[in-house]
């Protein structure tokens, strides 16, 4: 079986942040939920990496998955290729976390860019 290409953009880095990588990733995301005027509704930390699962506040489907690279200090936009556009209810948060492996991403960002496989 092909695997599911997944589609991952870098949308902001901590230099764009005004920040550094080594900073507390606390600081780091609040620092991009204030920039995108967004709240995490799930967050997932690993060495590497960290999966956000963000909403805008008041829109019930309007959840975005992110992965954060610590080593580069940059927050990738995940787009899923399941048809969905405009955003994820937090229902559907789990189980599209385990259909497209996102905790893999999220342990190693290294894998981000274009088609993630």
């Not at 589609?7 to 920039?35: C, H, Q, W, Y």
């Not at 975005?64 to 990738?76: N, P, Q, T, V």
Request: charged fraction near 25%; avoid cysteine.
């Amino acid at each position: 079986m092909t695997p599911i290409a997944i589609d991952a953009r870098p949308v902001v880095s901590t230099t764009d942040l005004g920040t550094r990588p080594e900073r507390d990733i606390t600081e780091i995301v609040a620092g991009f939920l204030k920039l995108g005027e967004g709240v995490v509704a799930h967050w997932v930390e690993y060495a590497r990496g960290a999966l956000l699962f963000v909403m805008a506040p008041g829109d019930a489907r309007s959840g975005e998955f992110y992965i954060y690279d610590r080593r580069k200090g940059s927050f990738w936009l995940l787009t899923l290729p399941d048809g969905v556009f405009g955003g994820y209810a937090l229902a559907d948060m789990r189980q599209k976390i385990k259909d497209f492996r996102l905790l893999d991403l999220a342990e190693n960002p290294s894998r981000l860019g274009p088609a993630v496989h």
